[in-house]
């Protein structure tokens, strides 16, 4: 059985930082691209980066570029999202995903893209 755990969300103050960390189980984690995606209330999800199975080549969404940088451990089965400069427009659901394939492909910010998901983690950006 899969299981992908996010952790790390929480409230925090405009210009503050997080790290999310997303643990996976149940799967032969460098076999997978993964993905984190946000989900705000009324919108749809959105992708936001996204990592090879290698951790050698990265994406991320214009909306994070420059304050977002994600990672992996496969020794660990685990994805990070290091998030800089928070913004109260990075309010919103944060979740994982395992991709179909071990690269980012063109359709990397898609939700068809990815294979298993997590429950996700809440973030909230105050001013």
């Known amino acids: 059985q899969v299981q992908l755990v996010e952790s790390g969300g929480g409230s925090v103050q405009s210009g503050g930082s997080l790290r999310l960390s997303c643990t996976a189980s149940?799967?032969?984690?460098?076999?997978?691209?993964m993905g984190w995606f946000r989900q705000a209330p009324g919108k749809e999800r959105e992708g936001i980066s996204c990592i090879w199975w290698s951790g050698e080549a990265t994406e991320y969404a214009d909306s994070a570029k420059g304050r977002f940088t994600i990672s992996r451990d496969n020794a660990k089965n685990t994805l990070y999202l290091q998030m800089n400069s928070l913004k109260p427009e990075d309010t919103a659901m944060y979740y994982c995903?395992?991709?179909?394939?071990?690269?980012?492909?063109?359709?990397?910010?898609?939700?068809?893209?990815?294979?298993?998901w997590g429950q996700g983690t809440q973030i909230t950006v105050s001013s």
């Open positions: 149940g799967l032969t984690f460098d076999n997978y691209a």
């Open positions: 995903a395992a991709g179909v394939t071990g690269y980012c492909t063109d359709s990397w910010s898609l939700r068809g893209g990815y294979k298993y």
